[in-house]
Structures are given as C-alpha cells and as structure tokens.
C-alpha cells in the first residue's frame, strides 16, 4: 500500500512538470555552477521528507551535498554533506533497489573525500548497478539513466577491465 502511494505521488510529481531528464540536466550544471546549484536547491526546499517520491527525496538529498561543494565555511560544507547523506540514506531505504538513488550514493562514495567517512557501500551498489544496466540492456525503461550509469561505469576507476569491456558491449 505505502509503495502504491510513493508511486502515486511520483505520478504526480511527473505530470505537474517534474521531469527526471530535466532534472539530471540542472543537476550536471549544478555540480559546476553555485548559482544553478542555489536554483536546483530552492526547487527541493517545500519537499516533504515523509511524503515526497524516494527519488524525489533522492534530487533534495544530491542537491544538499552540491550546496556543500559550492560551500565556503568547513562547517557549512559538513553541514549540507550530513543533511544530504541522511536524505539519501532515507531515500534508499524507502526504495532500495531504485537504480537512479543508488548511483547517487555511488558517485557520492566515489567522490567524497575518505575523512568524511562514507564509502562502505562502493562495492554493493557498483554490483547493483552493473545487475541494472544488464537487466536494462535490451530496451532501457529510463533511456537518459542508462546512459548516464554506463558512462560513469565505464569511465569510474574501480571497475576491472573485464567488466568495463561487458559493460561497453550493453
């Protein structure tokens, strides 16, 4: 019942205008830019954590670590990073095989400095998400993540050169 109801509001979500696509688009500029990272974060600031879409709640959470990036003060850095985590962690546990969530833990992991203490699901969500792109191969449902994950997979540097081969031929 509870995940008809996140797929209901996700739904909707969708329908008001909420375009995943989109959405990854501004968050790539995001990642470069403070002004359009501030722009991404206002978009997410009504969101309700107890209601909202796990991959909603996945966009506010990346949004708050981006926020960390373009930081000046150590503290507030450490402070957007913490409240993005715990959004992200929440996310994922609302949805836990939700490709798109997980390979935002993932590139996180990859990226965060090893002082900050999140890197111990590297491994399992790399194999969760090389299990989706072969599971999605043949006729992707989310075209744009697809690719996304696959580039990332293929260009990240923990993968073996065995499967970044499998995974060029999907």
Known sequence: MIKILFLLIGLQMLANGTDLTEMRKQLDKAANDSK????????????????????????????????AKHAFSPISKVSHFKKGKRLLELAISKDPNNAELIFFRYTTQVNVPGMLNYSSNLKADRQLLVNFLKADAK???????????KKYLVSDKPGSATEVEMLKKL
């Open 36 to 67: 359009v990272a501030d722009q991404f974060n206002d978009r997410f600031k009504d969101l309700n954590e107890k209601t909202a879409a796990p991959v909603l709640l996945g966009f506010k959470a990346i949004s708050e670590m981006i926020q």
């Open 139 to 149: 006729a992707p449902k989310d075209a744009d993540l697809h690719r996304r994950i």
